[in-house]
């Protein structure tokens, strides 16, 4: 994946980043016996051969754990960033990370082997992001937490049917201005054009995109790329 970020740069005469997320570290050190931090000394290694030991490469390293992260910041300079997970979207906009059994959406996992309360919620709370800011560079929020949405069952496409897409769409939680706030990037995801789920108020992913661009994201995963540039380019020009 390095080699074919270098060589794409290249075709193309502009830098092209890559975005690694580190699974299950906790996991894989105690029931694969990897032992504490191998993966990620490995993975550090590896970067820093290829870019350099600094924070302007073009790299970021993600995961839905702290610990890793919190390591990763004692080991390097390149960017990191705190992914959030949720269960669900409830009808009046709030979100779900409760369920009736444990489940991977509530909170990180190495928080559920320390018996750590805090959930993936309350990472997104005033606290929580001054905790990330004090490893990570950014913070990378599944989309509903970004944008108020609710379901007042309002058939607002005209089709004959209640879906995601007919969500009113009330402005930002708060989220992004908060974490700006306190030097924090914002990447959220994922904008699927062919998900019929979450489309949450949005005709299209284009739309849902510039909506999220316009309120001040700075950085968006999608499976649409193309898609992505034109909302770029429509809300900011390039």
């Known amino acids: 994946m390095i080699a074919l970020a270098k060589s794409e740069s290249a075709k193309v005469n502009r830098t092209i980043g890559i975005y690694p997320e580190i699974k299950h570290s906790t996991f894989h ?4 016996k990897f032992g504490p931090n191998v993966f990620e000394d490995k993975l550090v290694k590896t970067l820093h051969d290829a870019y350099g030991n600094v924070a302007t490469a073009p790299v970021f390293i993600q995961s839905f754990e702290v610990s890793n992260l919190q390591y990763l910041n004692t080991k390097t ?3 990191l960033v705190q992914l959030i997970d949720a269960y669900d979207v409830l009808d009046d906009g709030s979100i779900q990370v409760d369920t009736a059994t444990y489940n991977p959406w509530r909170k990180p996992y ?3 082997v320390k018996n750590d309360p805090r959930t993936f919620k309350d990472l997104v709370t ?5 905790f990330i ?3 990570a560079d950014g913070v990378g929020p599944w989309k509903p937490y970004l ?4 379901n007042d069952k309002v058939d607002r496409t005209g089709d004959g049917k209640i879906s995601d897409v007919d969500r009113r769409v009330d402005g930002s939680t708060g989220v992004i201005e908060m974490a700006h706030q306190k030097g924090l990037l914002v990447h959220t995801w ?3 054009g062919d998900s019929g789920g979450y489309d949450l108020g949005f005709k299209d992913v284009k739309t849902e995109m510039e909506y999220y661009i316009k309120l001040g994201v700075d950085g968006v995963f999608s499976d649409f790329p193309a898609a992505g540039v034109a909302a770029l380019k429509a809300v900011r020009g390039y």
């Open 147 to 150: 944008v108020k949405t609710v």
């Open 110 to 112: 190495d928080f559920v």
């Open 126 to 130: 005033a606290s929580g992001l001054d």
């Open 190 to 192: 994922t904008f699927r």
């Open 77 to 79: 300079n390149l960017k």
């Open 133 to 135: 800011k004090t490893y």
């Open 29 to 32: 050190a105690i029931e694969v």
